[in-house]
């Protein structure tokens, strides 16, 4: 069974402030592939990262960090000195790799930044 | 930068009218995928197409139909809308075929409301 959980319905945080969203996956397959993306008040989906199971080492994009840890199967999304927009829900998904095609993406987390 | 464009951004119809959604992507890729989204219901796949007039049912098919003749085009069709189908609509693509595991690209999203 696939199985994405990100528990974090919803967050606020003060502008600055660091944020860690948690998303929490479950597979069988050895092979699997995990995703985060942001969907903005506009709606659309934007694609943030992608990472393979044999992958472990944890990645850094400007304020964006993200790390993968298999033995918890977790793979968790931090935003440092967090910004009005960077408020967005946030998706976790996952693909396996004898699954094609097939995203299982978590229920979203929604982070409000505020001033 | 791929993009995927979806040809409104919102749109109301009436019960029982025939609705079409379409949806553009240019990056040549093979696969295309129309998903609706839902309060508490997450992203749910309607139907994917992996090559000119190829389709698979997702996981909601019923009361939907596809269209795919043109590699960069994908449409939705309600053959009878009704409003339960009210939703937010969004259209993916991807670059590998039938059995891939590439990352899907988002549109913008059609919000559809039926009355």
């Known amino acids: 069974a696939q199985k994405v959980t990100q528990a974090q319905t919803e967050i606020s945080v003060v502008e600055k402030e660091d944020v860690t969203l948690d998303c929490v996956y479950e597979?069988?397959?050895?092979?699997?592939?995990l995703f985060w993306y942001k969907q903005p008040p506009s709606g659309e989906l934007v694609f943030l990262i992608r990472?393979?199971?044999?992958?472990?080492q944890n990645e850094i994009s400007g304020r964006y960090s993200w790390n993968f840890q298999k033995s918890t199967s977790s793979f968790n999304f931090t935003i440092t000195a967090s910004q009005v927009v960077d408020s967005a829900v946030y998706f976790c998904?996952?693909?396996?790799?004898?699954?094609?095609?097939?995203?299982?993406f978590g229920s979203g987390t929604k982070l409000n930044v505020k001033p | 930068d791929v993009k995927v464009t979806q040809s409104s951004r919102y749109l109301v119809k009436r019960t029982g009218e025939k609705v079409f959604l379409e949806c553009v992507q240019d990056m040549d890729h093979e696969n295309m995928f129309w998903y609706r989204q839902d309060p508490g219901l997450g992203l749910r796949l309607i139907y994917f197409?992996?090559?000119?007039?190829?389709?698979e049912k997702g996981d909601i098919p019923e009361g939907y139909s596809v269209s795919r003749e043109k590699k960069e085009r994908f449409s939705l069709i309600l053959e009878s809308a009704s409003t339960n189908q009210t939703s937010m609509y969004l259209c993916a693509s991807s670059l590998g075929g039938r059995h891939s595991t590439d990352t899907q690209y988002f549109g913008p999203g059609t919000r559809l409301t039926v009355l």
């Open positions: 998904a996952l693909l396996s790799r004898y699954n094609f095609n097939k995203f299982y």
């Open positions: 597979t069988r397959d050895t092979t699997y592939y």
């Open positions: 197409s992996y090559d000119v007039k190829m389709k």
């Open positions: 990472r393979n199971s044999f992958d472990e």
